[in-house]
T-cell receptor, first 116, second 117 residues
């Protein structure tokens, strides 16, 4: 069965510093995708970054980068130069090819607080 | 190009009433997915629909919940005889085709927050 584990219920970071949000996953699929979403207090789900299981390079999108370690089954999100607007819930998620391919499995989330 | 639209954004129902949640996918998208987010939890898959077909409803509660995606009009998630435990945020996502292989994106709507009093 597919599973996403986010072990940090809450994280604090000082403005302008970098922060790493942890994510580990479990799957028997060979082909899968890993995603990170941001959910601000307004509630919408904002797509941040995607990593394919066969991608050799770590994904980057602006201040977001995904530290993909396939052997360890981890997909940590790194946010550089944190801003106050980064305060939100962050969800790690996964979709696999052999288990439907359409069910996005989400972790429980990490709430990030950025301090001024 | 408008994104995925959901309405209403907030819905309050008394116990025993019916809740109807609507989702209009992005233009050109024929695949719709519904997810439920209970308070302080991640999203959980409920159902996957294509036009006029339910492809997978393995995440739907066995009773009181139903979903449809007619040939014309939005997808509807219907909850009959709501109970307090149905209070949650319900998200709809759409894609232009099957997002197999983990590639491609499901575009999420803003969600409908259902409160059962």
């Amino acid at each position: 069965a597919q599973k996403i584990t986010q072990t940090q219920p809450g994280m604090f970071v000082q403005e302008k510093e970098a922060v790493t949000l942890d994510c580990t996953y479990d799957t028997s699929d060979q082909s899968y995708g890993l995603f990170w979403y941001k959910q601000p207090s307004s509630g919408e789900m904002i797509f941040l970054i995607y990593q394919g299981s066969y991608d050799e390079q770590n994904a980057t999108e602006g201040r977001y980068s995904l530290n993909f370690q396939k052997a360890r089954k981890s997909a940590n999100l790194v946010i550089s130069a944190s801003q106050l607007g980064d305060s939100a819930m962050y969800f790690c998620a996964m979709r696999g090819a052999n288990t439907g391919g359409f069910k996005t499995i989400f972790g429980a989330g990490t709430r990030l607080f950025v301090k001024a | 190009n408008a994104g995925v639209m959901q309405n209403p954004r907030h819905l309050v129902r008394r116990r025993g009433q019916e809740a109807r949640l609507r989702c209009s996918p992005m233009k050109g998208h024929s695949h719709v997915y519904w997810y439920r987010q209970l308070p302080e939890e991640g999203l959980k898959f409920m159902v996957y629909l294509q036009k006029e077909n339910i492809i997978d409803e393995s995440g739907m509660p066995k009773e009181r919940f139903s979903a449809e995606f007619p040939k014309e009009g939005p997808s509807i998630l219907r909850i009959q005889q709501v109970v307090r435990g149905d209070s949650a945020a319900y998200f709809c996502a759409s894609s232009p085709g099957l997002v197999a292989g983990g590639n491609g994106e499901q575009y999420f709507g803003p969600g409908t927050r259902l409160t059962v009093t």
